[in-house]
């Protein structure tokens, strides 16, 4: 597995961003969050003073920001608010509708959750939703400590290990790793690419029998884990 500060690590998360999207629950949900997951939110903005530092970790296109500042602006104070995020992030470039709205939101592209750029004892509230658990755990929980003011707040909100994210998730990594590693599917298409082009008749030879009966056999075993996995 790729370290949590990679470029690799962050790449698919780069073209999610650019594609416009305001936030990773985008195709079930319109607009920014609402219900209780905004009401969570605008709970623990409440708490803010005039002048305090916020941060979103795995801001994304920051719709964690967004709301900071709408409730900031009700309560009539200012907070000094960032997102961070290890993609290639740009929010006021990709969401041209919301420009504006991005008005004194600082938004750092590229920077992992274990290395903030913030001081010690600097940062009043930090945030994050379904953006932590992809730090690695023990630097970035160091860090967040590091830059936690006294009587600051961490609020989390997190992909639990019985959650069905995390139950699909990990199937889909069993799957993979068959594919890629286990099932020797790709050396008999390669061995049938040879042995279909050094056949000089319209009979195959009991070699070339032979390998397509084992290609034809790995073909059907995945098809059948394949369906297991989707049940």
């Known amino acids: 597995m790729a370290p949590a500060h ?3 690590a962050s790449s698919p998360w780069s073209g999610l961003w650019r594609s416009g999207v305001l936030h990773s629950c985008a195709t079930g949900l319109d607009g920014n969050y609402a219900g209780a997951i905004a009401d ?3 709970a623990q903005f409440a708490t803010l003073e005039h002048g305090d530092r ?3 970790i795995g801001t994304g296109n920051g719709p964690l920001a967004l709301l900071c500042k709408a409730e900031c602006e009700r309560r009539g104070i ?8 290890l993609a290639d992030i740009d929010p006021p ?3 041209t509708s919301l420009e504006s709205q991005y008005d004194g939101i600082t938004f750092h592209p590229s920077t992992p959750a ?4 913030f001081a010690d004892g600097s940062v009043h509230l930090l945030v994050s939703q379904f953006g932590f658990e992809y730090a690695e755990q023990t630097a970035a929980i160091r860090e967040a400590f590091r830059v936690a003011a006294v009587r600051s707040r961490i609020a989390l909100m997190m992909h639990t290990r019985d959650s069905i994210v995390a139950e699909t998730s990990e199937r889909q990594l069993e799957s993979t790793d068959y594919l890629l590693r286990q099932t020797p599917l790709w050396e008999l298409a390669l061995e049938m ?3 279909i082009g050094t056949r000089t008749s319209p009979m195959p030879t009991p070699e070339q029998e032979a390998v397509r009966r084992r290609f034809n056999a790995a073909g059907i ?4 884990r394949a369906s297991t996995a989707s049940s």
Not at 221 to 224: A, P, Q, T
Request: with cysteine.
């Open 114 to 117: 274990e290395c903030l750029p």
């Open 40 to 42: 969570f939110w605008r």
């Open 193 to 195: 690419v040879r042995v």
């Open 221 to 224: 075993d995945l098809i059948e």
């Open 54 to 56: 916020v941060v979103d």
């Open 93 to 95: 470039a990709r969401m």
């Open 78 to 85: 200012h907070a000094e608010i960032h997102g961070v995020d």
């Open 6 to 8: 990679s470029s690799d």
